[in-house]
């Protein structure tokens, strides 16, 4: 017989203990989930289902819409991670969300942790690709599977500009032109995090930065990385005009700090559409792509089907998800 829990944001160390053991990557984390809330002010927790030494663990988000609740999972790609196998849980998961009155939920799902066999085939949606890098390799071959002119970038960066790790330094540029930044690139709402958020995130142990400067010591590009003891992930880069040429070599710094620390996996990331130029950016790093995969669950379909009619959209389970929710 199963056991099911929800660690609320108020017991970071509940939450940290149902993650000790169970591989998983920032977004799983209390720190993440904390920090998306400063943004959204969701309520959200960490869905724990535990059967014999078997745990699988989610983080969840709950939305209101016409009066009814929608889950995501928070920002970042995570979903449904354990550290055992569990045949029967698909059931009592559903079980649980209706308990609970969802509607819907749609789950981000981290492609290298994700285990197959907790996840229904036919709810599933392939809807882009990421790059990772295994760090287990040797610098010298991750250096050799750099395209040529990415070489070319890690070979001169020391010539071309200064290395910059003062966190205080780091933390304030970021500040500051963050939302500059995102929104001279056109970026869409997801990334329009509210400076609470962004002030957390710097402040993380669980998060490092480089920065880049010029000959006067001017900062002119940040990049951030959060990292858990399984995958280090990309998170943002930050520069003003003249400094969009290192945000290169910053990642390239990034890759090799997290390989320090003997994380085995580093997530680059996707661009905004397969095959667009910030997937090229990443692809030519030498990462290997990762189909990036979406849950898309209905657990109310009279409701589901209601709101999708309110506001004049095809209940449809494939694209925007939930499609009442379209911007």
């Known amino acids: 017989m199963g056991h099911e829990a929800c660690i609320t944001l108020d017991d970071p160390s509940g939450w940290n203990r149902a993650l000790d053991g169970v591989r998983h990557g920032f977004a799983h984390t209390w720190e993440n989930a904390y920090a998306m809330r400063l943004t959204t002010g969701y309520p959200t927790y960490l869905y724990v289902y535990t059967s ?183 998170l943002f880069n930050v520069s003003i005009p003249e400094g969009r040429r290192h945000a290169a070599p910053l990642l390239w710094c990034g890759i090799e700090h997290a390989r320090s620390l003997d994380i085995h996996w580093m997530d680059l990331g996707g661009g905004i559409r397969k095959n667009d130029s910030l997937a090229e950016f990443k692809r030519r790093f030498g990462g290997d792509a990762k189909p990036l995969k979406a849950l898309k669950q209905i657990y109310d379909t009279p409701v589901f089907e209601s709101l999708c009619r309110e506001v004049n959209v095809d209940a449809a389970r494939s694209g925007y998800f939930p499609p009442y929710r379209r911007p």
Not at 105 to 115: E, K, N, S, T, V
Request: glycine fraction near 6%.
């Open 52 to 234: 014999g030494e078997t745990r699988i663990v989610c983080p969840v988000a709950e939305r209101t819409f016409s009066g009814y609740v929608d889950i995501v999972t928070p920002y970042g790609l995570s979903g449904f991670v354990s550290n055992g196998t569990c045949p029967e849980f698909g059931h009592h998961w559903r079980q649980f969300a209706r308990t609970r009155g969802y509607v819907c939920g749609y789950f981000a799902i981290h492609p290298l942790l994700m285990d197959e066999s907790l996840y229904p085939v036919h709810e599933l949606e392939e809807q882009n690709e990421i790059y990772v890098i295994d760090l287990r390799r040797s610098l010298d071959e991750l250096f050799a599977r750099l395209s040529t002119n990415r070489r070319r970038v890690v070979r001169d960066m020391d010539k071309s500009m200064r290395i910059v790790q003062n966190r205080e330094r780091l933390a304030d540029f970021f500040l500051r032109h963050y939302h500059e930044f995102m929104s001279a690139k056109g970026a869409s709402s997801v990334y329009q995090f509210s400076p609470q958020t962004l002030s957390f995130l710097t402040g993380l142990e669980n998060v490092f930065m480089f920065g880049a400067a010029n000959e006067d010591d001017r900062l002119e590009s940040v990049s951030m990385f959060a990292c858990t003891r399984d995958v280090a992930t990309y």
